[in-house]
């Protein structure tokens, strides 16, 4: 019970700042619709990111959650602080000289990796895509800095603090789209993208640099703890090939569609990262030192708890949040983002994205909690397996979707969905061969209940929402904001009433979380 409590409070105080964090990325969205619409432009900016993420996701995000941050964390599990250190010493040198490395070969290859991304541009789309791309390249050089910076905080179980370094990134970006983005364009954006990977880079390195970290050549190849994160952080590097190259595929397909299909998909992701973002990332954030520490110490009835309980929490927000984003997606949309260049007809076509995205929604943030479990069992080779599959089921779904139906762009988001789903249920599957009983009964209880709790919820709100339209001047910014604003009000007291009367055990920690005040911050 003591852990639930203190998973809740930490993940209370984490979902806070995390929700801040995605508040501004709406009005980061909101702000580059307002000035620059939804067109080629604003298509070359999103598809420039997606071959400097590739390398930000096979070495930060492979190497930090699925290798490092376990190994990290069972040394100090075990009291040795000292050989943790020089464990990160070296890790973190390596990884540096290898960032620098594909940097500047990503800015001198520019031209050449356009076809990557985006078959279809020639002349002036793919000179501005080549600009772009040389200026995201350094801006997640310094974002995957601050991901070593993070995970360090991660294994420290301090997750407040460094989520300040993705708030002053949202922040820089806003700035330069309104006071440069006029005067220079989609590129006037990148410059405040470089300056917001720098801020949050600089956030991280206090903490780290208290707890240990020294600048200079410390490097230890022999280190049995480097040779253990190395060799974990293989099946994850090439996992997360996999997903992104996968999602490299989808944004290309997606360029050769409707102009602004990429940007509509985009817009949509955005708008699904609110439940996916704020509460599945929290809960996965804060659970995996948790299971590494238990896994470490051979606690295997806590660890399953843990799992349980956070998988149950993730699914008793993230199911009402699809429904209601799928009821609400056009006064979602319209009130977030119809502003400036960003026209009704864009209005309907991100929302027509979102609501094929939502129909993944609760697999997509299971997924986030069920990769943490199996990067604390450093058992990173089912990763693999599972990646791969997910790789052809998608682009056989994207592929056959459409050729034979007229869904357009919404065929990619529902072919990613139902991936989604795929990847989940091979996820779980595959754990119980691992660990064994994984306290399926409750979980599929969570589900049904909240699927039930959902559906009550999404046939009101559908009724509420249409009969309220004409109530509010929806071509005003506060009318649309009283009329979403009622509706999710509406949608919430429905489905805790209704989770209240199926007497769910994931209220109560969700009524921690809510209630939390204490910081977990203890830098």
């Known amino acids: ?120 541009y020639q002349g002036e789309q793919k000179a501005l895509l080549v600009e772009l791309i040389r200026f995201m390249f350094p801006a997640v050089f310094f974002t995957a800095l601050a991901g070593l910076g993070m995970g360090v905080h991660k294994a420290y179980r301090n997750f407040a603090s460094p989520m300040w370094g993705p708030i002053a990134y949202n922040v820089f970006i806003i700035a330069s789209t309104y006071l440069l983005g006029r005067a220079f364009g989609i590129v006037g954006m990148a410059y405040g993208t470089v300056a917001g990977a720098i801020a949050n880079f600089v956030i991280q390195v206090p903490f780290v640099g208290r707890k240990g970290l020294r600048w200079g050549l410390d490097l230890d190849l022999s280190h049995p703890g480097l040779k ?30 409707t102009e602004g299909s990429p940007t509509a998909l985009r817009i949509a992701q955005t708008v699904v990262q609110l439940p996916l973002g704020v509460f599945a990332m929290a809960i996965s954030m804060v659970i995996l030192p948790s299971l590494s520490h238990l896994w470490a110490r051979e606690e295997r009835a806590e660890f399953k ?36 260049e960003f026209t009704a007809d864009d209005t309907q076509m991100a929302a027509y994205a979102l609501l094929f995205f939502a129909i993944g929604i609760w697999a997509q943030s299971a997924i986030q909690i069920l990769t943490q479990v199996y990067y604390s069992l450093q058992e990173t080779r089912t ?54 009983a994984i306290d399926g009964a409750r979980i599929l209880r969570s589900v049904a209940l909240s699927g039930v709790a959902s559906l009550i919820m999404g046939v009101v709100l559908a009724w509420t929402t249409t009969a309220s339209a004409t109530l509010f001047d929806l071509g005003g910014t506060w009318g649309r904001v009283v009329h979403v604003l009622l509706a999710v009000g509406i949608g919430a007291a429905i489905y805790l009433g209704a989770a209240r009367l199926l007497r769910m055990d994931e209220l109560s920690f969700l009524t921690r979380m809510v209630r939390t005040k204490r910081s977990v911050d203890t830098a």
Do not use: C
């Open 1 to 120: 019970m003591s852990q639930d409590r203190g998973l809740a409070r930490s993940a209370g105080i984490v979902m806070l700042l995390i929700m801040l964090s995605r508040v501004l990325g709406f009005v980061r969205e909101r702000a580059i619709a307002d000035v620059f619409g939804l067109d080629w432009k604003t298509d070359a900016f999103r598809l420039a990111f997606l071959i400097p993420d590739l390398m930000y996701y096979l070495l930060i995000a492979g190497g930090l959650n699925a290798a490092f941050v376990p190994v990290f964390t069972g040394y100090l599990a075990r009291n040795e602080e000292v050989e943790a250190w020089r464990l990160a010493r070296s890790f973190f040198l390596i990884i540096f000289v290898i960032l620098l490395v594909m940097v500047g070969l990503g800015v001198l290859f520019a031209p050449s990796l356009t076809p990557l991304v985006a078959y279809g």
């Open 383 to 436: 990763l693999v397996r599972v990646s791969l599959i997910a790789f052809f089921v998608n682009l056989a779904l994207s592929l056959v979707l459409l050729r034979f139906t007229s869904l357009e762009h919404g065929a990619l988001a529902l072919a990613l969905s139902l991936t989604a789903i795929v990847n989940m249920l091979n996820y779980l599957s595959l754990l119980r061969g691992k660990i064994g």
């Open 228 to 257: 253990r994160v190395f060799r974990l952080m293989g099946p994850s590097v090439i996992s997360l090939s996999i997903y992104q190259v996968n999602f490299m595929v989808v944004s290309n397909l997606a360029s050769g569609l």
């Open 305 to 340: 708890e843990t799992f349980s309980q956070g998988l149950r929490a993730v699914f008793f927000v993230t199911i009402p949040s699809a429904v209601g984003l799928a009821v609400l997606r056009v006064p979602v949309i319209r009130l977030l983002f119809e502003t400036g």
